[in-house]
């Protein structure tokens, strides 16, 4: 029977706090890149690429913030669902009997939805890269997504896999960074003194490294590590600020990239303005590195996404793990063929799942907090730090405001 990566290949208790196995720190830093990698998608490229090239280094002040609510948000998250050894959905119903079933339901929907975007981002990718056609590389990219979920260690494939891309993916764009020689000076003082401040670069910013399924991923994985407990906070905290942290810096490289060129004077177009600016600076094998890039983007965005919306829909202890395997693999199949007929994810439907998202996170996030603050009961002998609470309710006002600013648009719809 194959291992899902849901349950973690090896068995018995979790080691002491400090004394972490090295298949243990393996599957922590596995969660560490599955929910920076699961944020690095195909959104999260032309997002960067389009607010660069709108805001130009202005854009840095804004990338700061989000930075700073993300790890806001991360660390009420991961704490929670590390302490408590429960999944969101899990807590959810704890709250509210049927909570975490909604949040379940929201979250697949957008899932869905969006994996049709990453397979088509990996399609992209592999044109860029060998001319190959988008709907065959696609559909060959979700095989291999399928292939690491039924291999005999699927946990430790999954874990290995986010890694050495999300590695190759900031050595690439560093490098084009380098090539493009942005003004590193000029970004540096706009991240205290900003140009111009925009509040929407800076929500949407948020939105897309956090949103929907993506602030989950890590720490779901998390608790297949056996990294669970109270005796583990250190382990947790370190684990969520260095998710946030890789993701970043993914960012931050992106950024000044796409500055490099963009100060230099090139036009970018309207269109494949990323794939444009990586050409503008290092030519074919700027083109080829910018292929490379979508497709790790976009391929450990479909293994996050399947990852951890059949998360939502299975329990770890009464699910099996050939169930496991086959509802993943339904999941990337389901999105793949949807692809394959349609081409790529209509709009309508984009906005529809990206509204599904913005509901989720701040009932999300208002969950964990609840039991944080009222539900101690489910966080063992834990006593919840009290800054560590207020700096969650805080940002989780931000959530309210996506929320809103991602219903605006169905409503427009319908209009």
Known sequence: MSHSPETPPSTGPAPPAGRMTASTRSTLLGAMFLMATSAIGPGFITQTTAFTV?????????????????????????RVIGVSGRRAQELGNLVLPGLGWVMAALLLVGGLVFNIGNVSGAGLGTDAMFGLDPKIGGALSALVAIGVFVSKRAGVA????????????IVLTTWIAVTSGPPVGTALRNVVLPDEVDFLAITTLVGGTIGGYIVYA????????GVTGPAHVRDITRGSITGIVITGIMRVVLFLAILGVVAGGADLGTEN???NAFGQAAGEFGLRAFGVVLWAASITSIIGASYTSVSFVTSRTRTSDRTRTLLVVAFIAVTTLAFVLIGAAPTTLLVFAGAF???????????????????????????????????????????????????????????
């Open 273 to 275: 303005q990323a794939a």
């Open 158 to 169: 999954v874990d290995r896999i986010v890694v050495v891309l999300g590695l190759l993916m």
């Open 357 to 415: 998202n913005g509901l989720l996170l701040p009932i999300g996030i208002a969950v964990v907090l609840w039991v944080a603050t009222r539900r101690g009961d489910l966080l063992g002998a834990y006593r919840y730090p009290r800054w560590l609470l207020v700096i969650g309710w805080l940002a989780w006002l931000l959530t309210l405001y996506l929320a809103v600013n991602s219903v605006r648009p169905v409503i427009d719809l319908f209009a």
């Open 54 to 78: 709108q805001l130009g280094a202005a854009f840095a002040f804004a990338i700061a913030v989000s930075i700073v609510i993300d790890i806001a948000l991360q660390l009420n998250v991961w």
């Open 218 to 225: 890590g720490a779901h994985r998390l608790l297949d590590s």
